[in-house]
């Protein structure tokens, strides 16, 4: 899963990590740093200018007069300079560093561990910083785009691993966070069809509201999560994942009320928007909810003026190739692509 929601798998050296069975998310996230790391230590590690204060005999860059003079250092016939170096020792790689000095602590096998300790020795000019005060308010460009996956990574580390007060020890635990992993559960189903699927469209646009006086004010954005397309279907495919997949209404479960006005919203005014358009359609919508511990698993398809709406679950708790299997029908079943 992971794997697909940071696209490694279109790059050779991450194919192992596509079929390797990993004991937990500790090995695989260490797998996977490792390989980019590798991979990215053969092109260069990213440099930065990073600001330097020395107190020197020789200049260099800009003299701070008034520390000289504060510290009695220009009495010492020394200056107090301020400069900067192109060095690696700059943000992004201090956040790795800091990331793999957890994983290093951590109960990963021997082999990873070596692997891993030998990749910093090419960080050894890089500083450690508190993982506590990383900003991952993070702007990529040209020269640092491949950084991208690896600080995913390493934010899903520093963000899932605890200090155990027990010998000084690190575990790693459960993702509670619900808006993060729907965040990477929305990403990996929409990687996977851009992946497995070329022949459809999949991307995640917003749709636009169909009003009868463009009057929007106020009105909340229709972001989709995963849309499908394929010549004259669409199917809006909304990922959810909660500790809950249904709700409690007096005796009995259903569908949780407003995951399914949102997705009928949805449907409607895509279809709207063929329509005014001009355009052959035929759009239906899909609940896809992560399975549960719940008794009561949604596996339900209804038709609501006109469209097909449906509610599945996915078990992510089983052999890949069967998570795959699921995916597979949905797009296969839908599309006629069988």
Excluded at 272 to 300: C, F, W
Aim: proline residues 2%; contains cysteine; glycine residues 2%.
């Amino acid at each position: 899963m992971l794997s697909y929601a940071f696209k490694v798998l279109k790059n050779k050296e991450y194919k192992k990590v596509e079929t390797e069975d990993f004991e937990d998310p500790t090995e695989l996230f260490s797998e996977i740093l490792i390989i980019a790391l590798t991979k990215q230590i053969k092109q260069g590690l990213v440099s930065d200018y990073i600001d330097y204060t020395d107190t020197t005999s020789s200049i260099k860059g800009k003299i701070n007069i008034t520390e000289s003079i504060n510290s009695q250092s220009i009495l010492k016939k020394r200056l107090n300079c301020i400069y900067d170096e192109f060095s690696p020792n700059c943000y992004l790689n201090q956040i790795i560093k800091a990331t793999s000095n957890i994983l290093l602590k951590s109960n990963i096998s021997k082999q990873r561990h070596k692997k891993l300790k030998r990749l910093m020795m090419y960080f050894n000019d890089v500083d450690l910083i508190d993982v506590n005060s990383i900003n991952w308010q993070i702007r990529y460009d040209r020269n640092n785009q491949n950084y991208q996956m690896i600080i995913g990574i390493c934010y899903l580390v520093i963000n899932g691993f605890i200090q155990s007060k027990n010998e000084g020890k690190v575990k790693l635990m459960d993702f509670e966070d619900e808006q993060k992993m729907h965040k990477l559960y929305e990403k990996f189903i929409l990687n996977y069809y851009k992946k497995e699927y070329p022949k459809l469209k999949v991307h995640s646009p917003q749709i636009k509201w169909e009003l009868d006086d463009d009057y929007s004010h106020m009105l909340p954005k229709m972001q989709t999560d995963i849309v499908l397309s394929y010549e004259d279907k669409t199917l809006i495919i909304d990922a959810k994942y909660y500790g809950t997949n249904t709700q409690k209404y007096w005796n009995s479960q259903t569908i949780n009320s407003s995951n399914l006005y949102q997705i009928f919203t949805y449907v409607k005014n895509k279809e709207e928007n063929l329509r005014r358009e001009n355009i052959p359609h035929e759009v239906s919508g899909m609940l896809l909810y992560a399975k549960t511990n719940q008794k009561t698993q949604p596996d339900e398809d209804y038709l609501m003026s006109g469209n097909k709406i449906s509610v599945k679950t996915l078990n992510l708790n089983q052999d890949f190739n069967l998570i795959k299997e699921k995916l597979n029908n949905i797009a296969d079943t839908y599309f006629d692509l069988k």
